[in-house]
């Protein structure tokens, strides 16, 4: 590979400005994005400090908690505004929420205000939480249109390095801050913010080009996230057994964020050589290409159109619907019979993943676990909810890519693990909390890749921005019904009971606290028995689209990136 000619100014120049508006950069920005989008998988550290501050009970915290959950999932306000504004748009309105939502928080929790009400409090989180959305909609949708032939890799590697936001800002916290939960909202409050705006600009949607070194590269990436989880996990153990002096916790920081920005190395050498290539005198001139198949679908869409819009609209939504993998309206889309089984089998899998992952401090301290032996569980959910994420993106695209292997199957798979980390609460041994830690936590992570690349296969990427918003208001939904109105009142039944024995009534003590293997034997068989239905749903969506995922459903995207390159290349030779 050649280089750059070091003593020539002008040629650095448009190097740099090769890099920083090329595809790859964008992608860059993405994970620094992505990185930075978490901040909710960091309530468990900061909700003392409000719980302390403020003087809430338990009650209050865990509707805090709900209104974080609500706000982190209904992401539909941010897939309307893609559609009508610009990717920078939507960034910076995420930004400024994330801004005034968490330092609203962390002014009320440290006292520079008076003390808020619960209302305003909830608002203030739900508005904090919900500007992840934003992030993930101008970050991931723009990315997956960039590289359309790789969604699976790519959105693996995104939700994965959202999974690592929380230990990346914890380590980051500790270092700038020490070992101060307030501070940790401070810097939620800013850093998220901060970076949204530095790449605003950098992450937009471009033509799509055939690159033959795109899937080594995102190997490459998948390997440096690997190895930054591993070390995360094992400095995040080491931590807890070790106490660490402020200077080792800098070089911590500094370790983690070098892993973090060295996807930027293998990217800038990879438009090197895009670069040189670029520049070479073309001789012999390239072919020329004739054939414009492009153009003939163009028109043949063209004339469809015309005579779909002679048709009422009700026949349009419901019986003129395209086929699987073009573009669907939105209310095409969410008015199919494939979402509605999509919505069922997310609803049963993420709701009752959520339950778990919000019930496991809980379901450690039932058991009699002590609560350095918790937090090792919730390390482990933790770090292998990334791998699940990582997994279900990558593995779930090479079966696609080599063996026709249906994603929809794969979420069937995913969703009949989740049960067995389930059941192995309801009937605990020794031990077992830390399988179902792994178990649940690598299931959790797995479907939310899932849930996107299928929504984008099925649908197109047309709306993609707003349906993937909208696919994943099931999770919510299924965490409200399955933790609020299932586990919590069987939990708190078996509570009273143990009270009742103990000749006690629930006026004689503070809160309810359970302890046995009976705590939450019935609410896990019930969510168990619940993602197990999920899974049953989602067979019925395999069967569905079996012949679509046993044709070529990325030939479309080769055929647009070929016309694109061809073009380029004309153009180079006027």
């Known amino acids: 590979m050649g280089e750059v000619p070091m003593g020539k100014g002008h040629e650095i120049l448009q190097f740099t400005n090769h890099v920083v508006q090329g595809r790859w950069f964008s992608l860059f920005a993405s994970f620094l994005i992505m990185a930075g989008a978490g901040a909710t998988y960091l309530f468990g550290t900061y909700s003392k400090e409000i719980k302390a501050s403020l003087g809430y009970d338990q009650t209050t915290l865990n509707l805090l908690g709900f209104f974080k959950d609500l706000g982190a999932n209904v992401g539909v306000l941010s897939g309307l505004l893609a559609e009508v504004t610009p990717t920078w748009f939507v960034l910076l309105v995420g930004a400024a929420m994330n801004f005034t939502g968490y330092f609203m928080i962390w002014i009320s929790v440290v006292g520079k205000v008076s003390k808020p009400k619960v209302w305003l409090m909830c608002m203030y989180i739900c508005l904090g939480a919900n500007s992840q959305n934003f992030a993930n909609t101008g970050a991931l949708v723009t990315s997956v249109r960039n590289f359309p032939e790789s969604r699976g890799n790519m959105i693996g590697l995104l ?8 230990a990346i800002m914890t380590q980051l916290y500790l270092a700038v801050y020490g070992n101060d939960a307030k501070s940790l909202i401070l810097l939620i409050a800013w850093l998220p913010a901060a970076i949204s705006v530095v790449f605003v600009y950098t992450i937009r949607e471009m033509r799509v080009v055939k690159q033959p070194n795109q899937l080594r590269i995102f190997y490459y990436c998948l390997g440096i996230a690997i190895v930054l989880a591993l070390f995360l996990m094992v400095m995040t153990l080491v931590e807890r057994a070790v106490s660490f002096s402020h200077a080792a916790y800098v070089g911590t920081a500094a370790t983690a964020c070098a892993l973090l920005f060295l996807p930027l190395l293998v990217f800038v050498r990879e438009e090197l050589g895009v670069f040189n290539r670029k520049n070479l005198p073309i001789d012999p001139p390239p072919r020329v290409i004739t054939e414009h198949p492009p153009m003939l679908e163009k028109e043949d869409k063209s004339i469809i159109t015309s005579e779909t819009k002679k048709c009422f609209w009700f026949n349009d939504i419901f019986l003129n619907k395209p086929e699987r993998g073009e573009d669907y309206s939105i209310l095409q889309a969410l008015l199919s019979t494939d979402m509605l089984i999509l919505f069922l089998a997310t609803f049963c899998g993420l709701g009752t993943s959520l339950t778990a992952v919000d019930n496991l401090g809980q379901i450690g301290e039932s058991l009699g676990y002590p609560t350095t032996t918790i937090k090792s569980f919730v390390s482990l959910l933790s770090i292998w909810n990334f791998f699940g994420r990582i997994f279900s993106g990558f593995v779930s695209e090479a079966l696609l890519v080599k063996y026709k292997f249906p994603r929809t199957l794969m979420m069937t798979l995913v969703l009949l693990l989740s049960c067995i980390g389930l059941l192995l609460i309801a009937f605990p041994f020794s031990g077992s909390v830390y399988i179902a830690s792994v178990i649940i936590g690598f299931s959790f992570g797995a479907q939310l890749p899932l849930l996107f690349s299928i929504i984008s ?22 965490s409200y019904i399955l933790n609020v109105k299932v586990t919590g009142p069987l939990y708190d039944r078996e509570a009273l009971k143990d009270l009742a024995k103990k000749g006690l009534t629930r006026s004689s003590v503070k809160e309810l606290t359970c302890i046995g293997n009976q705590c939450y034997r019935q609410a896990f068989i ?44 004309s153009t180079n030779n006027k």
């Open 159 to 166: 939700k994965g390095f959202t999974g690592l936001s929380g």
């Open 457 to 478: 296969e099925l649908f197109g990427l047309k709306y993609y921005s707003t349906l993937f918003n909208c696919g994943q208001l099931a999770s919510p939904l299924g």
């Open 526 to 569: 019930i969510l168990a028995s619940v993602a197990f239905f999920g899974a049953l749903s989602s067979l019925i969506l395999v069967a569905r689209t079996r012949k679509f995922y046993k044709s070529d459903i990325y030939k479309k995207f080769r055929e647009q990136a070929e016309a694109t390159e061809a073009e380029l290349a």
